[in-house]
């Protein structure tokens, strides 16, 4: 590298980081020289800007050391405090660095659209032209990365090479330095898919992720509810007929009680040979028919009284059993989901 060279980087290294300490001591002393009634934004105070300025010399040593990752977090912690466009220049030149070319192209944009708008800014020229420089620079020796994966589970986690993929950006082109570059997702209770590809520059890599459940594990077991089987409807059968034989005998031993009682009212007396009207035929069949109307009675109402305490008996003494019954139960798949519904038809 020529002498004149390395004059100018070095000129351009002490330009920003004056414009780096510079340009929050000028918006600070604004904001004490003009007080707002309702500021929106808190003004850091005099504490803060002397972090600030610390964690920035912090950075420029570790970025002239070539440590960029350590230059990037001391640079991040100056920018929570408050950011600049000149920061936001060191910031994306750090990730510039570090390959991390999908954030540095979002600093450079961001740094310029803020440097445009501030006509009072310290080195404004240079420092929309730096982030010019980054941003032509990365575009021409990066390329692209698309991840797809419709319908992202919760707990879905993408990584791009070290940097999180937000999932805002699945299924968009992503920039990535050229070469080799691991694209890693991890889904609960999926095997984690990790895949290599080789990015050229200028060109687009187009990775569909495919999730499968874990090796040796199956699908989640149906969810189930239990019920008691007991003897079923065979003893309220029996009950029923019982009841009904009851209800027959009932009825059977209310005629006979009739016929019974308009007879004797015929009849005086016990022999009943003397009936009003009636001649010893008649009593004779009148008689008959008490008696069968009486014994199907007895019949009926014994059979019934059986068969009703026979039924509740089996009912009481049957044996009974747990049985599951598994629910209807939603199994997702690569192609959209499952329903799985159980039980006996």
Do not use: K
């Not at 020796?141 to 419709?150: A, E, F, N």
């Not at 999932?167 to 999926?190: C, E, K």
């Amino acid at each position: 590298m020529s002498l004149q060279g390395t004059i100018v980087r070095r000129a351009f290294a002490a330009a920003l980081t004056s414009a780096l300490w510079a340009a929050p001591m000028a918006a600070h002393a604004q904001a004490a020289a003009e007080p707002v009634a309702q500021p929106t934004v808190t003004a850091p105070t005099a504490a803060e800007l002397a972090a600030r300025r610390a964690l920035i010399e912090q950075a420029e040593t570790a970025r002239q050391a070539g440590q960029h990752a350590e230059a990037l977090t001391f640079a991040e912690r100056a920018a929570a405090i408050q950011m600049t466009p000149s920061l936001r220049l060191f910031i994306a030149r750090e990730q510039q660095a570090m390959r991390l070319y999908a954030s540095a192209l979002g600093n450079t944009e961001v740094c310029i659209r803020d440097a445009e708008r501030d006509d009072s800014l310290r080195n404004r020229e240079e420092i929309i032209a730096g982030c010019r420089t980054i941003t032509s620079e990365i575009n021409a020796s990066s390329g692209r990365i698309v991840v797809r994966l419709p319908n992202a589970p919760a707990g879905t986690e993408v990584f791009v090479g070290t940097e999180r993929l937000p999932l805002s950006l699945i299924d968009a082109p992503y920039t990535v330095a050229t070469g080799s570059v691991t694209v890693r997702v991890s889904v609960p209770q999926r095997r984690p898919f990790d895949r290599t590809v080789n990015v050229e520059r200028g060109a687009t890599q187009t990775i569909a992720v495919e999730l499968q459940l874990v090796e040796g594990d199956s699908p989640p077991p149906p969810r189930t509810t239990t019920r008691t089987v007991g003897p079923g409807v065979g003893p309220w059968i029996v009950v029923g007929a019982g009841g009904a034989g009851l209800v027959a005998g009932g009825v059977l031993w209310l005629v006979a009680s009739t016929q019974r009682s308009a007879l004797d009212s015929m009849c005086p007396g016990d022999a009943m040979r003397v009936c009003t009207g009636l001649t010893l035929e008649q009593i004779d069949a009148r008689v008959g028919s008490i008696n069968g109307l009486s014994t199907g009675a007895v019949i009926a109402g014994s059979v019934g009284a059986a068969a009703t305490v026979g039924g509740v008996l089996w009912y009481v003494l049957a044996p009974r059993r747990t049985e599951e019954i598994p629910l209807a139960v939603v199994l997702p798949s690569r192609n959209g989901a499952t329903v799985s519904i159980g039980g006996r038809f």
